[in-house]
C-alpha cells in the first residue's frame, strides 16, 4: 500500500535532544553532578506532558549549578551520542537546497556547537543561553584566560526565551520561516507536538524514545532509531535518488513499513 506523503517542503527544523542526539542534555548535566533520579524525573514530567516545561526548567539549573566546562562536556556527549543519519541528512537537505534549523529549549553553550558540527548553520541554530558568574572559579587568574572563557565559572541565571515555555517553539518557529516557504518540524516530545500548527507537516521521532502523546497524535511519526526517512517526507519523489542515505531510507520502508507510522488525516 503507498504510504501517503506531503508535499516537499522548503525548511526542516529539528529538536536537538532526543532527536539529533539519543541525549537529553539536562540529563547528561545531572549524570556529572550526580543527580540523575531528581532530574529525569522532572525531564521526563515535562516531555511527556504531564507538567509545563516553564515549570521544571529554573528548579533543573538551580539543582545542577552548570559551569562553562559541565557544557562543553555535555556538547562532546551529544557528539557521541549523535542520531544515526542525522549529518548526512542534514547535508542531503543543503545539497538539495533546503534550510535547516535547529530550535532546541536546550542549552545554547552546548547545542550551537553540537548543530554547527553537524552542518547547521550558527545563524540558524536557537536555544536558550545562560548567563554565568565571573566571579566564580578562579577568576582572579586574569592572564589563563585572557583568550577564552573561564570553564570554572558556574550559571548564575538563564535568557528569559520562549524556548523555556511549552508553547516557545509555536512562538519562534514562525519568526523564521520564509514567507510563502513549506516547512517541517522533527521533534520527539510535547513541545515539537504544541508548534505543529506553526509548520505545514510536523514528524514526530520515537527512534530515541516514544513519547505516548506525540506518538498518539502525530502526523507522521518514525519508529527507526535513523533520521533517514525524514527525506522521504521532505523531498519531492525522485529527488536525491542517488543519494545513499535516501537509498537508506528506501530499504528501511521497504523492509519494515512501520517504520513510518502515517494517521489518516496526515496528507497534506
Known amino acids: 500500500m503507498r504510504i501517503p506523503r506531503p508535499q516537499p517542503v522548503d525548511e526542516v527544523f529539528f529538536d536537538c535532544d532526543s532527536t539529533l542526539s539519543a541525549i537529553e542534555g539536562i540529563d547528561e548535566l545531572a549524570r556529572l553532578k550526580g543527580a540523575e533520579a531528581r532530574i529525569a524525573e522532572l525531564t521526563d514530567a515535562a516531555m511527556n506532558g504531564r507538567v509545563p516545561l516553564q515549570a521544571v526548567y529554573a528548579e533543573r539549573l538551580r539543582l545542577l549549578a552548570p559551569t562553562r566546562a559541565d557544557l562543553k562536556a555535555v556538547e562532546a556527549a551529544?557528539?557521541?551520542?549523535?542520531?544515526p543519519?542525522?549529518?548526512?541528512?542534514?547535508?542531503a537537505l543543503h545539497a538539495l537546497g533546503r534550510r535547516v534549523y535547529i530550535v532546541s529549549?536546550?542549552?545554547?553553550d552546548a547545542v550551537v556547537g553540537f548543530g554547527v558540527w553537524l552542518g547547521v548553520p550558527r545563524e540558524r541554530i536557537y536555544?536558550?543561553?545562560l548567563t554565568y558568574n565571573q566571579l566564580s572559579g578562579r577568576w582572579w587568574d586574569y592572564q589563563q584566560y585572557a583568550e577564552h572563557e573561564n570553564p570554572e565559572e558556574t550559571y548564575l541565571m538563564y535568557e528569559?526565551?520562549?524556548?523555556?515555555?511549552q508553547h516557545g517553539k509555536a512562538e519562534v518557529i514562525p519568526r523564521l520561516r520564509?514567507?510563502?516557504a513549506r516547512a517541517m518540524l522533527v521533534g520527539d516530545g510535547a513541545s515539537d507536538l504544541a508548534a505543529a500548527h506553526v509548520v505545514d507537516v510536523f514528524v514526530g521521532f520515537g527512534g530515541v524514545v516514544v513519547r505516548p502523546v506525540v506518538a498518539a497524535?502525530?502526523?507522521?511519526f518514525l519508529t527507526t532509531p535513523s533520521l533517514a526517512p525524514i527525506l522521504l517526507l521532505a523531498l519531492a519523489d525522485g529527488e536525491g535518488e542517488d543519494l545513499p542515505v535516501k537509498?537508506?531510507?528506501?530499504?528501511?520502508l521497504a523492509e519494515n513499513p512501520d517504520v513510518l507510522r502515517v494517521h489518516q488525516a496526515a496528507a497534506r
Open 78 to 83: 551529544y557528539r557521541r551520542h549523535v542520531v
Open 85 to 91: 543519519d542525522a549529518r548526512e541528512v542534514i547535508a
Open 105 to 108: 529549549g536546550g542549552l545554547a
Open 127 to 129: 536555544a536558550v543561553g
Open 160 to 165: 528569559e526565551s520562549p524556548l523555556t515555555t
Open 178 to 180: 520564509v514567507p510563502g
Open 217 to 220: 497524535n502525530a502526523p507522521y
Open 247 to 252: 537509498q537508506r531510507a528506501r530499504r528501511m
